[in-house]
T-cell receptor, first 113, second 112 residues
Framework: DQQVKQNSPSLSVQEGRISILNCDYT??????FLWYKKYPAEGPTFLIS?????DKNEDGRFTVFLNKSAKHLSLHIVPSQPGDSAVYFC????????????FGQGTTLQVKP | NAGVTQTPKFQVLKTGQSMTLQCAQD?????MSWYRQDPGMGLRLIHY???????DQGEVPNGYNVSRSTTEDFPLRLLSAAPSQTSVYFC???????????FGPGTRLLVL
């Protein structure tokens, strides 16, 4: 049973446009959510996180939105750049700072010049 | 500061062979963990450790053993490799003010 789902395996956008990556979860005990970015042959790197007490967190070009009632979060990248092309994983945990993360399947983002 | 390092980068095993995947971190993090990544499955937690001498199971622990004798090292052992263990393995340590996980570069394992 997949507790964290990323239903879009891939996404292609034009450079300069907005990229929106989506993630759904089923476990209402999750209260901390993270996005990781992964390039080929490298480990995932932390991108941005959000606590369940917030509905938005922003860091430069990256914004994460959380809709607790819908159990849905999204990552917005504006403007998208070719260097953003990577696999993006959303992850959730029941406690901020917990290492026990449940990951989604990942979405491959391609940003075309 | 090397962060999280993993060896080897790539390994081929025959069914039934044993091996140890090495993981080390130099950030003095207490929490370390092992994940495996399979196509279409994301990353799944195998085992984790909250400090030297303390380990616990994650989502998919079967077929793997761990121990934590020092803060720096957290090896993952496959006692009798099976084709189902073909995967990419990532080690991670947890630290920083926000509790961020830092991942190693991964070990790609192929079991024939």
């Amino acid at each position: 049973d997949q507790q964290v789902k990323q239903n879009s395996p891939s996404l292609s956008v034009q450079e300069g446009r907005i990229s929106i990556l989506n993630c759904d979860y089923t476990n209402s005990m999750f209260d901390y959510f993270l996005w990781y970015k992964k390039y080929p042959a490298e480990g995932p790197t932390f991108l941005i996180s959000i606590s369940s007490i917030k509905d938005k967190n922003e860091d430069g070009r990256f914004t994460v939105f959380l809709n607790k009632s819908a159990k849905h979060l999204s990552l917005h990248i504006v403007p998208s750049q070719p260097g953003d092309s990577a696999v993006y994983f959303c992850a959730a945990s029941a406690l901020a700072g917990s290492g026990k993360l449940i990951f989604g399947q990942g979405t491959t983002l391609q940003v075309k010049p | 500061n090397a962060g999280v390092t993993q060896t080897p980068k790539f390994q081929v095993l025959k069914t039934g062979q044993s091996m140890t995947l090495q993981c080390a971190q130099d950030m003095n993090h207490e929490y370390m963990s092992w994940y495996r990544q399979d196509p279409g499955m994301g990353l799944r937690l195998i085992h984790y450790s909250v400090g030297a001498g303390i380990t616990d199971q994650g989502e998919v622990p079967n077929g793997y053993n761990v121990s934590r004798s020092t803060t720096e090292d957290f090896p993952l052992r496959l006692l009798s490799a099976a084709p189902s263990q073909t995967s990419v393995y990532f080690c991670a340590s947890l630290g920083g003010s926000g509790g961020t996980q830092y991942f190693g570069p991964g070990t790609r394992l192929l079991v024939l």
